[in-house]
């Protein structure tokens, strides 16, 4: 009866790697469709080789049927969103909160889950299991698993010129493939996250110090950092875009106060990557390049004097927040902001003025960062985004099967949560500006967003052969005119790295540069600020090579 299963998992399991492969340039044509059934052959016979040695007589039945469950769940995500399951995608589904999980839960995955898991399964289950003697069965189920692995290598030998050239001109075929992508990706995500949980933090900016050093409460600098979510800068009013997504932002950028970053690139392509790599001080490459847990930006700050706060409103800081005071609103019980138990970004704002006094006193009189980590425009349901009063662009979808609405219809819901985000940012402003303090705020979003190009939607796309949608972002600053004077400023020097390619990689020596902490690891080539005088560049002496060296 494996034999079976592996037939079903092969072909109809497998049904969107079918389909993607047959819509594939080198298909339209009869070589193309040997490769196709050349490459059939050879999931069929790596599937015989995997299930014997997983499927036993003692769980067969239960094993089978979560089999059935995981092909079913994978195709549907990668036929409805385009999406494909590597380790960094089946990551960020296990940080995925019970709101976010809703979202992606519809009624369109009942046919689904009836045809690709129940009907078979009432099948499977059905099917007598057959006594074997163990040691007969053992040879049995090794046996046919060489057998099926010798098959197997011989097929890749006749046909690996081909093989390895559509593989290598469409990358994401190789995370179709059920159940090989879901084993895969949950064993390196297991291996790392054991590896992490043995290894103790390691430290980073021993020598963080303050360069200047305010004893007062009331005028010490105030910096708030927003981390965006799902923000993507073509859409952006202040990229350019043709609708006005951003009318108050762009506002603050017409009396000059505000500088907008217009070629950004992310980290990653989902929060569980993006977030921690943008605190990180690695760089992109070095934290790729590790799985040791080092200590992060706000831990420098912290460790400088500063006061941390970090205020969310998503699904947890993955990690960032772990040591700086915290609050998440999801505890929080606000019937204006927070109706069916999900607050709008809004809810940060509100909180923000009580949690700071909450803050250890001696720390606030140096100064202190907050991190307010957004909602922003995660989707799929991108109209639970936005107030009544921000849906500006209709109609909006409001199906969390985006398949289901327009290109249009989506488009003007997720532009309405940029609307939203606008909103919230103006209104941060606002309440710095009343605020007697220097006072800034930075804002960056963690990754882009597909909405339907290249037939790709939501994110998370491997980074290699993630389109542009996915990694290119917002990023803007605005400055008090205290925080100007404070750091010796005027409201033109940095406008040379406004227009300038830069990355999420340049997040830590500019957070340093704007917080005054003196710290070897600060780089000035990172730095976005650098053309603006500054006392600290001279304090920092010796400077580390970027990125930061990573001892594998």
Request: charged residues 15%; contains cysteine.
């Amino acid at each position: 009866m494996s034999l079976v299963l592996a037939l079903w998992l092969s072909t109809v399991g497998n049904a969107p790697l079918w389909f993607t492969m047959l819509d594939l340039p080198e298909s339209n044509h009869p070589g193309g469709w040997l490769g196709i059934a050349g490459l059939g052959l050879m999931v069929l016979v790596a599937t015989v080789a995997f299930l014997s040695l997983v499927i036993w007589p003692r769980w067969r039945k239960l094993a089978g049927l979560v089999l059935l469950a995981v092909a079913a769940g994978n195709s549907y995500f990668m036929a409805s969103y385009g999406v494909v399951i590597d380790p960094s995608m089946l990551a960020n589904a296990v940080q995925t909160d019970a709101r976010e999980v809703r979202d992606l839960l519809s009624w369109s995955m009942l046919p689904v889950f009836l045809l690709g898991v129940v009907l078979p399964g009432w099948w499977w289950w059905q099917q007598p299991v057959q006594q074997v003697p163990a040691r007969a069965l053992v040879l049995k189920q090794i046996g046919l698993a060489v057998l099926a692995t010798l098959l197997m290598l011989v097929m890749v030998w006749l046909s690996f010129e081909n093989l390895a050239s559509t593989m290598r001109n469409h990358k994401s075929l190789r995370y179709m493939v059920n159940p090989f992508n879901t084993v895969y990706a949950t064993t390196r995500l297991v291996v790392g996250q054991t590896a992490h949980a043995s290894q103790a933090v390691q430290p980073m900016g021993e020598d963080a110090t303050l360069l200047g050093r305010v004893i007062d409460v009331n005028r010490s600098p105030l910096i708030v950092l927003v981390v965006g979510e799902t923000a993507r800068a073509a859409n952006m009013g202040l990229s350019g875009y043709a609708r006005d997504s951003t009318p108050r932002l762009k506002q603050l950028q017409n009396r000059g106060e505000l500088v907008y970053f217009s070629n950004v690139s992310s980290c990653g392509t989902n929060t569980q990557v993006s977030v921690p790599c943008m605190f990180s001080g690695l760089g992109r490459e070095g934290y790729g390049k590790t799985d040791a847990q080092f200590e992060n930006l706000l831990d420098v700050v912290q460790r400088a004097g500063l006061a941390v706060l970090w205020l969310d409103n998503q699904s947890g800081c993955k990690g960032v927040c772990d040591r700086v005071p915290h609050t998440e609103t999801r505890e929080l019980k606000d019937p204006e902001l927070c109706p069916d138990g999900e607050c709008f970004d809004e809810e940060m704002l509100r909180v923000l003025p009580d949690r700071l006094r909450q803050l250890d006193t001696v720390r606030r009189a140096r100064g202190t960062v907050v991190v307010m980590h957004q909602m922003g425009s995660h989707g799929p349901a991108y109209y639970k985004r936005t107030p009544t009063d921000f849906k500006v662009f209709m109609p909006e979808c409001r199906s969390h099967v985006l398949q289901d609405c327009s290109g249009q219809e989506i488009v003007n819901a997720y532009d309405n949560s940029l609307r939203y985000t606008d909103h919230f940012l103006g209104q941060t402003v606002a309440w710095l500006k009343a605020q007697k303090r220097p006072t800034a705020l930075v804002y960056v979003s963690d990754h882009g967003e597909s909405l339907g190009e290249k037939g790709l939607y939501l994110h998370g796309m491997p980074y290699a052969m993630a389109p542009r949608e996915q990694t290119n972002v917002p990023m803007a600053a605005w400055f008090s005119q205290s925080m100007l004077t404070h750091l010796g400023w005027d409201r033109t020097c940095w406008l040379g790295r406004a227009t300038q390619p830069i990355t999420h990689d340049n997040l830590f020596s500019s957070m340093l540069t704007l917080t005054q902490v003196k710290t070897n690891l600060y780089s000035p080539q990172l730095d976005v600020f650098s053309a603006c005088p500054s006392g600290l560049r001279q304090a920092q002496g010796a400077v580390t090579p970027w990125p930061i060296r990573v001892e594998l």
